[in-house]
């Protein structure tokens, strides 16, 4: 996994979503196993008290699940999988709506405008 970070956002809220963004790509898949916590902590460069907050949290929210002994999984729910998907499309949807109207489009102009930079 290859992890960006930046300076506004907490570190395990970030890693949360990264996470959570892979799996809604389907990069990580349900009942798939991930990597233990020092090992992705190590490979993000941050504490591993930080990387367990991050996937205690996930494991809190039912993206993550445990086995006691074997490690942490992705959810094997397809249908959260897709509920995970749709509910970051329109936190997209919802920023990207915000920005222009932050510019002074309104919605129908900030779609037309989606529109006509996405026609062929």
Avoid: C
């Avoid at 349900?30 to 490979?43: F, S, T």
């Avoid at 094997?76 to 970051?88: G, H, K, N, P, W």
């Amino acid at each position: 996994m290859h992890w960006i970070f930046s300076d506004d956002i907490p570190i395990y809220l970030q890693i949360m979503n990264q996470v959570k963004a892979q799996i809604a790509a389907g990069i990580l898949k349900p009942g798939e196993k991930i990597a233990p916590v020092r090992e992705l902590a190590m490979e993000a460069g941050v504490n591993p008290n930080t990387m367990q907050k991050a996937l205690a949290e996930l494991e809190r929210e039912g993206v993550l699940y445990s086995k006691r002994t074997a490690g942490r999984f992705v959810a094997d729910s397809e249908s959260r999988t897709v509920a995970l998907q749709e509910r970051m499309a329109q936190e997209r949807m919802d920023a990207y709506l915000d920005a222009m109207q932050q510019l002074g489009y309104d919605k129908s102009q900030a779609v037309n405008k989606l529109q006509q930079y996405v026609k062929p």
